[in-house]
């Protein structure tokens, strides 16, 4: 099993920048590709940003191109977001998620693991 923690949410006014971690514990060796989704309320969840294995391979959802960078770094098991330029319509609850295979993909279904999730809230 594989347990992933976030951190990092929290209130910022727009325009702010915030960085998110996601910390993988268990059976660290199992995860392949990494990514970070989000949801807010009365939503559907929304892909944000996903990594492949190495990290050599990233991408963004359209919402946040532009703003956002993912990295990881798997010798300390982790996994970051750094967004900036921030906007209201950024507020909700964001999600580390892994999965067994090293290919990246933006299906949240495709996605083994998920962490429990870190709020964060932008105010205009």
């Known amino acids: 099993q594989v347990q992933l923690v976030e951190s990092g949410g929290g209130l910022v006014q727009a325009g702010d920048s915030l960085r998110l971690s996601c910390a993988a514990s268990?059976?660290?060796?199992?995860?392949?590709?990494m990514g970070w989704f989000r949801q807010a309320p009365g939503k559907e969840r929304e892909f944000v940003a996903g990594?492949?294995?190495?990290?050599?391979?990233?991408s963004y959802g359209d919402s946040v191109q532009g703003r956002c960078t993912i990295s990881r770094d798997n010798a300390k098991k982790t996994l970051s977001l750094q967004m900036n330029s921030l906007k209201p319509e950024d507020t909700a609850v964001y999600y580390c998620?892994?999965?067994?295979?090293?290919?990246?993909?933006?299906?949240?279904?495709?996605?083994?693991?998920w962490g429990q999730g870190t709020q964060v809230t932008v105010s205009s």
């Open positions: 998620a892994a999965r067994d295979n090293i290919a990246l993909t933006t299906l949240s279904r495709s996605y083994t693991w």
């Open positions: 268990g059976r660290t060796f199992s995860i392949g590709a």
């Open positions: 990594s492949n294995w190495s990290g050599g391979s990233t």
